[in-house]
Structure formats: C-alpha cells, structure tokens
C-alpha cells in the first residue's frame, strides 16, 4: 500500500548536478525509520513514471536540479503555482518530459497530491560527470535538514 507522503529525487547522477535530487534522496533513505509515513523514491530521469508515483497521495515532494539564476548550490522551495517552465522538451522519450507538465495531467487525471513541493537546487555544472561539484557536494547534508523539516510538517 502507498504511503501518504512520497519524497521523490529526480536527475541524472551521470552529468554531475543534475543528479542532486538522486543524491538528495539517497541520505534521506538513510534516516527513513524517522518518518513512517514517507516514501523515498530515486526517480532519476523521471518521466511519465512520476505520474504514477505520486497519484493519489496527500503530499509530493520533488527535489531536482533547477536551473534558476541564483548563486550555485542555493536550495529554493516553491510550489507548481509558483513557477513557469522553460524546459525544451524533444518528445522522443517518456524521459524527457517537464515536471510541471506531469503535475497538470495528474491535475486532470484527478490523481494529483493536494499538496506538491518542489525544492530546486541550483547546479554548478550540468556535464558528463558521475560526482556533484563541490559545492553542492559540501551541502547535501544541510538540504537532507531542510527537507526533513517539511517532512515534520505533516
């Protein structure tokens, strides 16, 4: 049966940053006997797939990497109504699709979360590479504490 709250960690932990919110959830795997109501899911590329993942529950957490303007490992918190995608999509894979374009069919298939946050994670760089950069290496740690206060928020 699916839990009420799922954290799910989206990007490619193969082209460096962009696999932060992988990284992300990985740790809070680590500390999931603190929250028996939460499910941790490394989604990776995500797609369609994240569709089914969350239908239905009461609170969706999404944490990815996010292109935003702000200073390189800046961790931002912000709903789908908060923001407007710029993503180019290319239509050829069920992978490559924008996050905010799942959250509204899952609007429109009624299966969407009362409750969606989405905590951004500005990259130092998005290239082949199967570490973080530094920076945002040296701060998994404080992003596990800001997303484990919104998971004692339920």
């Not at 932060?20 to 603190?34: D, I, N, P, T």
């Not at 590329?45 to 957490?61: C, E, F, P, S």
């Not at 990497?65 to 923001?83: E, K, N, Y």
């Not at 998005?126 to 570490?131: I, L, N, Y």
């Amino acid at each position: 049966m699916a839990k009420d709250v799922i954290v799910l960690g989206l990007g490619n932990p193969l082209m460096s940053d962009e696999g932060v919110g992988v990284y992300v959830v990985e740790r809070l795997q680590k500390q999931a006997e603190k929250f028996p109501d939460v499910e941790f899911i490394d989604s990776g590329t995500g797609g369609m797939n994240v569709l089914h993942l969350i239908a239905n529950r009461k609170k969706a957490i999404i944490v990815d990497c996010a292109l935003m303007g702000q200073s390189p490992g800046t961790i931002r918190r912000f709903t789908p109504d908060d923001v407007k995608s710029v993503k180019q999509v290319s239509h050829f894979s069920l992978h490559d699709v924008d996050i905010l374009k799942v959250l509204e069919l899952s609007k429109q298939l009624e299966e969407c979360p009362p409750e969606v946050i989405i905590f951004g994670i500005e990259p130092t760089k998005v290239e082949q590479g199967d570490t973080l950069s530094p920076e945002l290496a040296a701060q998994i740690g404080e992003y596990v504490k800001i997303i484990s206060r919104s998971l004692t928020q339920i």
